[in-house]
């Protein structure tokens, strides 16, 4: 690992329901965009050590450093442990919500306590605007902090100590603070207009209390709507409050991860730009805060999805992925300046994939509107009109090839996994018409759904491989299609699933881990990349379903200890078990979550002994 950067492991996240923060376990913010997620970063030294920016708070002769939440909260703790002083920072930013105050603002709160012993202090805030690409001044306020003045916007860094400037357009400080003191900081984004003499107000313990008590009480009533009460409560509900994080509270939308340009294997190239909304992963994560009681966050985004139905152009099918405001065009650039994370190029702002056709997505999409449907509130008729168009394009285009659920670059083809969720997106549709009575061509529906079936079991059957291909013909074995038994399509005990399942474990399981499919370069992309969380807890629920009861929570066990040290996940693990990807990312915590409930369900029936012998490989 190069100086200034941390393994992507290394990092707690805090948010407002906007943005986020990622905070290392040294107590240095190196990745922040305001004020919201898909802007350009303010903090990222993440993406590159020198240029990038960073907000540091350290504690000198600190021996080691401690992380975790504070129970049932966003809020995260570090702890700064030496042989004579002990110093907790907590770190949090406070939710877009009425219930807390300032909330209109986005501000990150970062409070230092001294516990025992004297402790040395030094805080080094040194934003870089618009990805380090745009200058700015710094000038310190008497008594009150600092204002950083940029192109795009000003940063209000308010103080209860006074700041001094630094190298590189910085703003620091040295504290010495006995038992019982503390340091207050707030970093406030004002990008309306100038910043007025006198505006910046110290900021004391009193307001700093203030909002930490808000902030956590927020947090405590939200989880509180969970209905989850199974063995992995724990886990569980870490997951729900990441994937809380990651919500865009204005839209409903949901990114798919908090960052951009974390690779997927070592030295870089597969880097992606993950802070925008796939319908697929935003239609997962739907269904996995259902199934633990979030209702809210599901009409959101059923809100937003209905938003990008009505705007679809005549004829035309959804995109892939869109900005969390709804906007279509998200132009892939690459940002040469920036070294990269760990020197992993290229970084990489926006995603070309929006541009890409993944027929696939309207098979999660149905799924997920079929479940709200069912489990949560009727969907209105101009809703189920806007879904009908979908299909009706998706009827004339289904058999077209496509880019599939990997994004790969190397070519479309007929892919078996879009094929099948083809199939689910046509018998969801078929089963709301039923049972709501909507007005629909269910006899072409289900010739549609009929055709889709057969293609699957007549094309994508392999008798050779002994297992379902990645698309007829073609010798790779795909994880995605671990999916089959979970959206009803084939039993999890009919023998080709089980055949495909051996196949899997033979060729693309190791150590109990998944690889999605092989990278031998036929997906157009240089290099390899970890194994893939998402696939992982899929395997989880297969070995569940089948019967395979103790060795489905073995694995799932074993996927737990993979997690950071806060239950946090990135996309993939590496061989040394490093997080690779972007970090944290929705469909790991959305999968761990059905993985849990499917678990629990399959071991609360389950009478025989809890493992057999048999072989993980």
């Given amino acids: 690992m190069k100086p200034g950067y941390l393994p992507i492991e290394d990092h707690g996240i805090i948010g407002d329901l906007h943005t986020v923060a990622l905070v290392g376990v040294d107590g240095t913010i190196d990745w922040c965009c305001l004020p919201r997620f898909d802007a350009p970063s303010v903090f990222g030294s993440l993406l590159d050590a020198d240029r990038g920016g960073s907000f540091s708070v350290t504690v000198r002769d600190a021996e080691r450093t401690k992380q975790m939440y504070m129970p049932d909260s966003n809020v995260l703790l570090t702890r700064f442990l030496g042989q004579d002083s002990v110093a907790e920072l907590y770190d949090f930013m406070v939710p877009d919500h009425p219930s807390c105050p300032a909330s209109g603002t986005r501000q990150i709160v970062r409070e230092v ?17 618009d990805y380090g690409r745009a200058p700015h001044t710094v000038t310190p306020v008497q008594g009150a902090g600092a204002v950083f003045a940029g192109p795009a916007g ?13 190298d590189g357009g910085a703003a620091c400080a040295t504290v010495t603070l006995e038992p019982g003191q503390s340091l207050e900081l707030a970093a406030q984004w004002d990008g309306a207009g100038a910043v007025r003499e006198g505006v910046v107000r110290p900021l004391d313990c009193t307001e700093a209390t203030r909002l930490l008590d808000t902030t956590l009480q927020y947090w405590d009533g939200w989880l509180r709507q969970s209905q989850y009460r199974g063995r992995y409560r724990e886990t569980v509900e870490r997951s729900a409050l990441a994937l809380k994080l990651l919500v865009y509270q204005p839209t409903g939308a949901l990114v798919a991860a908090a960052t951009t340009s974390l690779p997927e294997a070592p030295g870089g190239g597969r880097n992606w730009d993950y802070r925008y909304t796939w319908v697929r992963d935003a239609a997962f994560t739907l269904y996995a805060l259902m199934r633990l009681g979030f209702t809210d966050e599901a009409a959101a985004f059923i809100d937003w999805l209905h938003q990008r139905c009505a705007q679809a152009p005549p004829g035309a099918g959804l995109q892939v992925l869109y900005g969390i405001d709804g906007r279509p065009d998200l132009p892939e650039t690459v940002l040469d300046h920036l070294c990269g994370y760990n020197g992993a190029r290229p970084v990489r702002i926006g995603n ?22 069912k489990h949560a509130e009727p969907i209105s008729y101009e809703l189920w009109e806007a879904l009908a168009r979908q299909l009706d394009w998706l009827q004339k285009n289904w058999e077209e ?27 969801r549709a078929m089963r709301i018409a039923r049972h709501r009575g909507m007005p629909a061509p269910v006899e072409q529906w289900r010739d549609t759904a009929a055709a889709a079936y057969r293609f699957v079991q007549d094309r994508c059957w392999s008798p050779e491989l002994g297992a379902y291909c990645q698309y007829p013909d073609s010798p790779t074995l795909d994880a995605s299609l671990l999916v089959m038994p979970l959206v009803k399509f084939s039993g999890p005990k009919d023998p ?108 609360a029936t389950h009478h025989g002994p809890a493992a057999r012998h048999w072989h993980v490989r």
């Fill in 401 to 427: 090839p496509d880019d599939g659920i990997w994004e790969t670059r190397g070519g479309r083809q007929r892919f078996t996994y879009s094929a099948l969720m083809t199939w689910v997106a046509f018998e």
């Fill in 154 to 166: 000003f940063l209000v860094l308010r103080s209860s100590v006074p700041l001094v400037p630094g």
């Fill in 113 to 129: 306590r001294v516990l025992r012993g004297r402790a040395v202090i030094d805080v080094c805030c040194r934003p870089a605007f």
């Fill in 496 to 603: 080709r699933f089980l055949s495909t399942v051996r196949r899997i474990e033979e060729e693309l399981v190791s150590d109990s881990l998944v690889h999605r499919y092989r990278t031998d370069g036929s997906d157009g992309l240089d290099g390899g990349e970890g194994t893939f969380n998402l696939c992982s807890f899929w395997y989880v629920e297969a070995l569940a379903r089948s019967g395979r009861i103790g060795e489905a929570r073995y694995v799932f066990e074993k996927m737990i200890t993979h997690a950071n040290h806060l239950g946090l996940y990135a996309e993939e693990i590496g061989p040394a078990g490093e997080a690779l990807g972007n970090f944290p990312q929705a469909f790991t915590h959305l999968a761990l979550i059905s993985a849990a409930t499917n678990l629990d369900r399959a071991l």
């Fill in 352 to 373: 070309a994939a929006a541009g890409q056709t993944q027929l696939d997505i309207h098979g999660e999409l149905m799924d997920s509107v079929y479940l709200y449907n």
